[in-house]
């Protein structure tokens, strides 16, 4: 192929790659007709995108008028067949964003109450927020099966997560936990020999242990409180699958003890489910609206240690309930010589709509409000722990 044929070839491809994002009308300019896998990748974007928001019914805003035009219809078999379609032309993370906009779009959350539709979706976070997001609704026939997907999702997180903050927050609680002055007991001998290498004495083949390195008795037993305060509010579904994924992971570490606080308007204390956090997460119940002030003052009747406890609290900080109180809570738990954490969102997506007065008033007591990612949050509760600042992005 000489240089003229490979630039009309590179031409080509370009004006190919443009009508599928154009979509085809009879003005888009292109004049590329689309056959074979093209044409079937086309129809399965224009399946979703060319449908207007909010209905499931065909669509062909971007095809001209006579054109074969897309559409999910209102029936599980389209939707399955769909589904099918995007899952053998586009990778999984495609897959997992075009799902979510088709629930989002065409409103398909009812579909989603059937097994069959379940079996063949693409699992991811999202999807389970949906789900959960489903609550009460969810027949019985369709409740193991979102079982399924989720606990799949959740087996997914823990193998992405669960060693590292294990890792992060165990240096952390040893780090906090050394003392200079140990008991003959306590010492950590390794560490000791590398502190005093410099005084090695070759002649005798020893190191002098001018400084000892070592730990308190706190350190056989449980050495820090964490207490996770979840807002469950529709908006915060991400957050929720997270925090739960990371209170189980939390909870098993026996130098933690370690509580699940979920609240709405109401208040429910889910530290007995949190070895599970699949029963976590269909004991959470999404939407409603919000009272921070309620379950904060509730997490702070529950701290018996308040300079050995660690609150996390996870919400977008739009307060349903009494606004001064919330800030007045934290200064006193702050006061009193808790850490305390206040996380916009323990997602992938960034900093969600959130209220940016209630974020400036923690602000001014030293409390930085911050989306987290999930990847982020292991190095949060060193940090939290260890009581050095926060490694805010």
Not at 330 to 350: I, Q
Request: net charge neutral.
């Amino acid at each position: 192929m000489n240089r003229t044929d490979g630039g009309a070839a590179a031409d080509a491809e370009r004006v190919r790659r443009w009508r599928l994002v154009l979509g085809g009308t009879g003005a888009d300019g292109t004049g590329c007709v689309l056959a074979g896998r093209d044409r079937a990748v086309d129809d399965a974007l224009g399946a979703l995108y060319d449908s207007p928001a909010g209905s499931a019914g065909s669509g062909g805003s971007r095809r001209a008028a006579g054109e074969r035009s897309a559409g999910l219809g209102g029936s599980a078999p389209a939707v399955a067949r769909w589904l099918g379609d995007i899952r053998r032309y586009f990778p999984a993370p495609v897959v997992q964003v075009m799902q979510r906009d088709a629930i989002e779009r065409l409103g398909l959350s009812a579909l989603l109450l059937e097994p069959e539709m379940l079996e063949a979706l693409e699992p991811d976070v999202h999807l389970v927020g949906t789900l959960l997001s489903l609550g009460a609704a969810m027949p019985e026939t369709t409740r193991e099966t979102a079982r399924a997907v989720v606990r799949g999702v959740v087996r997914q997180l823990e193998e992405r997560l669960a060693s590292r903050t294990r890792a992060a927050v165990t240096g952390a609680l040893d780090r906090s936990a050394r003392t200079a002055r140990p008991r003959r007991a306590d010492i950590d001998w390794g560490r000791t020999v590398r502190a005093n290498l410099r005084n090695y004495l070759p002649e005798q083949r020893t190191v002098v242990p001018e400084r000892l390195v070592g730990y308190g008795r706190a350190a056989r037993s449980v050495r820090k409180e964490v207490v996770l305060c979840i807002d469950q509010s529709g908006s915060m579904a991400p957050s929720v699958v997270y925090a739960s994924v990371f209170g189980a992971v939390l909870a098993s570490m026996r130098s933690l003890s370690t509580r699940v606080v979920a609240f709405d308007t109401s208040v429910a204390d889910l530290t007995d489910l949190v070895d599970d956090p699949v029963d976590v997460l269909f004991a959470a119940q999404l939407g409603g609206g919000t009272d921070i002030n309620r379950a904060l003052a509730y997490c702070q009747s529950r701290i018996t240690r308040p300079a050995d406890t660690v609150v996390v609290l996870i919400s977008d900080l739009h307060e349903g309930g009494i606004r001064g109180e919330m800030a007045k809570r934290v200064a006193a738990m702050r006061a009193a010589g808790t850490a305390f954490v206040a996380l916009l969102a323990l997602s992938d997506e960034g900093a969600p709509a959130h209220d940016r007065e209630q974020a400036a008033a923690l602000a001014a007591l030293g409390v930085p409000a911050f989306a987290c990612t999930p990847d982020l949050f292991p190095e949060v509760m060193a940090a939290a722990i260890e009581g050095r600042p926060l490694p805010v992005p």
